[in-house]
């Protein structure tokens, strides 16, 4: 397990983290990852199984 803010460009987790992950282009998650944290990425892919407990946010918020 890992327990620490991951920040980088493409990130793919089939393990545990616990913290935060910031990809500036692609977070994956594979089928038999856990996270206990918060992600933000432009582009964001969960595998059947894996499991989050925290936000996703891919920054696409359309303001009026």
């Known amino acids: 397990a890992?327990?620490?803010d991951l920040?980088?460009?493409t990130i793919e987790i089939s393990g545990?983290?616990?913290g935060n992950v910031m990809?500036?282009?692609k977070v994956q998650l594979?089928?038999?990852a856990k996270v206990e944290g918060d992600i933000s990425a432009p582009?964001?892919?969960m595998e059947d199984g894996a499991?989050?407990?925290g936000?996703?946010?891919t920054g696409n918020k359309k303001t009026s």
């Open 7 to 9: 920040v980088a460009k």
């Open 51 to 53: 499991a989050l407990s």
């Open 55 to 57: 936000k996703v946010d």
């Open 30 to 32: 594979k089928s038999i």
């Open 43 to 45: 582009k964001f892919v």
């Open 2 to 4: 890992v327990t620490a």
């Open 16 to 18: 545990t983290v616990k």
């Open 23 to 25: 990809g500036n282009a």
